[in-house]
């Protein structure tokens, strides 16, 4: 019982195109484990909605498109095959006692199979869903303040949410704008108590209770940005409010993507995978979990390829294992195998006298 792979079976596959999967998949190919990564429908991930970029180490001047499209070809340097499909499904099954993964993809003929896989599928920001939205999104509005908040230097923002999340936002953004406005649909937070003390005692935030946005105005030309906000309130007044802001920062949550994994892995309330210790495994073996999928504090560009590689090394020393162990022949196999080398022998001695006579 020799370690082998079937011909359209791989040692690993990396589902998911941020950094945490290139950088797995970086990783993954100088070990020689030759990776698949398959980049879901929004190759690139999160950064791709960003604009400039300035806190990742190395390139102190960047766009999240273009350091995407520098770790898609630091990937390709190394061999890294990368697959434009997204995947549906996927099913584990034992053979030899190890699990195997078959990951269906976006049509019926595409099917892939591996003896490992690192997911890396992120988290999405929750948006709005309202006119104008996508038209502004890195030009005004944006889902990261940590990200994004060092572009408004004394500039007027506002902050929608009424969680941790817009909380944390809002007292971060203070350190840059010269006013941070909290629309929140209802009189109240969600937040913690001492974030929303922290906040009242801001003198740069201003609440507005009982709003939503509901619609982003702003300009084309000469440069593309936000002029003001159109604001309707939530009390049964319908009373309308325009209000003057060059940014809009949506913190209403993030979605990680990992509906697919439900049931398979163990997964917390909020939708984010868990992983043990301080390793990338979850709670099934040979699955690894890398970047926001599993951060929900951080969900930095930085940290998630961090991740990325600790999953491919984690990744790699589960495979040495494997191979290793399905070397071993128990007792029983190594008789088994004596005896049908005896039989084979047996048989060959008969065949030859039968020629001779």
């Known amino acids: 019982k020799f370690f082998y792979m079937t011909n359209s079976e791989q040692k690993l596959i990396i589902i998911g195109s941020g950094s945490a999967g290139y950088s797995a998949g970086i990783y993954a190919a100088r070990a020689n484990l030759n990776p698949m990564l398959i980049t879901g429908d929004d190759t690139g991930g999160q950064l791709m909605l960003t604009t400039d970029v300035e806190n990742y180490p190395g390139i102190p001047?960047?766009?999240?498109?273009?350091?995407?499209?520098?770790?898609?070809?630091?990937?390709?340097?190394?061999?890294?095959?990368?697959?434009?499909?997204?995947?549906?499904?996927?099913?584990?099954?034992?053979?030899?006692?190890?699990?195997?993964?078959?990951?269906?993809?976006?049509?019926?003929?595409?099917?892939?199979?591996?003896?490992?896989?690192?997911?890396?599928?992120?988290?999405?920001?929750?948006?709005?869903?309202?006119?104008?939205?996508?038209?502004?999104?890195?030009?005004?509005?944006?889902?990261?303040?940590?990200?994004?908040?060092?572009?408004?230097?004394?500039?007027?923002?506002?902050?929608?949410?009424?969680?941790?999340?817009?909380?944390?936002?809002?007292?971060?953004?203070?350190?840059?704008?010269?006013?941070?406005?909290?629309?929140?649909?209802?009189?109240?937070?969600?937040?913690?108590?001492?974030?929303?003390?922290?906040?009242?005692?801001?003198?740069?935030?201003?609440?507005?209770?009982?709003?939503?946005?509901?619609?982003?105005?702003?300009?084309?030309?000469?440069?593309?940005?936000?002029?003001?906000?159109?604001?309707?309130?939530?009390?049964?007044?319908?009373?309308?409010?325009?209000?003057?802001?060059?940014?809009?920062?949506?913190?209403?949550?993030?979605?990680?993507?990992?509906?697919?994994?439900?049931?398979?892995?163990?997964i917390d309330k909020n939708g984010y995978i868990l992983t043990k210790g301080k390793s990338t495994e979850t709670s099934l073996e040979g699955v690894f979990a890398a970047g926001d999928i599993q951060d929900s504090i951080y969900r930095q560009a930085i940290t998630s390829a961090g991740t990325g590689c600790m999953a491919a090394l984690d990744a790699e020393k589960y495979l040495e294992g494997l191979e290793d162990s399905s070397k071993i022949l128990t007792k029983n196999d190594y008789f088994s195998d004596v005896a049908n080398i005896g039989n084979i022998i047996q048989n060959s001695e008969s065949s030859m006298r039968k020629s001779i006579l």
């Open 61 to 266: 001047e960047t766009t999240g498109p273009e350091l995407m499209d520098k770790m898609k070809m630091h990937a390709e340097k190394f061999d890294v095959k990368i697959i434009y499909d997204h995947i549906k499904k996927v099913e584990v099954q034992k053979r030899n006692n190890k699990n195997h993964f078959i990951l269906y993809g976006s049509s019926a003929e595409k099917k892939y199979e591996a003896q490992s896989i690192i997911i890396a599928t992120g988290a999405s920001a929750k948006w709005l869903g309202i006119p104008n939205e996508e038209k502004f999104l890195g030009h005004g509005v944006s889902g990261c303040a940590t990200c994004d908040g060092f572009f408004f230097k004394n500039k007027v923002v506002a902050v929608v949410g009424g969680g941790n999340t817009a909380a944390e936002d809002a007292l971060f953004l203070t350190k840059f704008a010269s006013k941070v406005y909290v629309i929140h649909r209802r009189d109240s937070l969600r937040a913690e108590k001492i974030l929303q003390d922290r906040m009242k005692a801001n003198s740069k935030i201003e609440f507005l209770w009982n709003y939503v946005v509901n619609d982003i105005i702003g300009e084309d030309l000469p440069a593309k940005k936000i002029t003001h906000l159109a604001l309707k309130s939530t009390d049964g007044s319908n009373t309308e409010k325009k209000l003057e802001v060059e940014g809009l920062f949506v913190a209403i949550g993030h979605k990680p993507n990992s509906d697919i994994f439900n049931g398979m892995i163990d």
